[in-house]
């Protein structure tokens, strides 16, 4: 008797097989929403940022030989809702970081190493110890060693696709 033939064996695979259909097309499926920008009412302050224009050189507050109070409103209100540009550009680039990390989770992933050693056993070693009498074998030698590691998570799911379009959001 064959295998191929047996009932035993063709009653369960077919039995499996609209599951294992099921299964395949559910894998296609993202997890979760999809993302929806919220609306944020932006503050007419920032009061963490708030600060006041103190130097006292006069070739730093230019406008204010122009006499216009106005113009010395405009520039109060702009310097004490700026936000500092160092700050605001690491922002930016921890966020643009961040996305980057987590996209570079739907890529491959590769590791390679190498090593190279040059080493010598000493005769006064427990190594040697036991070798009989007349017999010196070579003590110097080169160890080379060379290892490569690949793996890829694939996004069955949805997990890294949704974590790259919530880091686009941040």
């Known amino acids: 008797m064959t295998l191929a033939r047996s009932p035993c064996l063709v009653r369960p695979l077919a039995a499996m097989l609209p599951a294992a259909l099921v299964a395949a097309l559910a894998s296609g499926c993202a997890v979760g929403p999809e993302h929806r920008v919220p609306d944020v009412e932006q503050p007419t302050a920032f009061a963490t940022q708030a600060a006041s224009f103190t130097s006292a050189d006069p070739a730093e507050q230019w406008w204010r030989a122009l006499n216009d109070p106005l113009l010395d409103s405009l520039v109060a209100e702009a310097l004490a809702g700026n936000l500092d540009l160092t700050r605001a550009g690491a922002r930016v680039r921890e966020a643009r970081a ?35 009498p007349g017999f010196t074998p070579r003590r110097s030698f080169t160890d080379y060693r ?12 949805g997990r890294t696709r949704r974590a790259v379009e919530a880091a686009d959001a941040r």
Not at 107 to 117: C, E, L, R, T
Not at 148 to 155: G, K, Y
């Open 98 to 132: 961040a996305r980057n990390a987590e996209a570079g989770a739907a890529a491959p992933q590769f590791d390679a190493s190498g090593k190279v050693s040059r080493d010598s056993i000493s005769l006064n070693g427990e190594n040697l110890a036991n070798l009989p």
């Open 146 to 157: 060379v290892g490569f590691d690949a793996s890829w998570e694939l996004d069955f799911f």
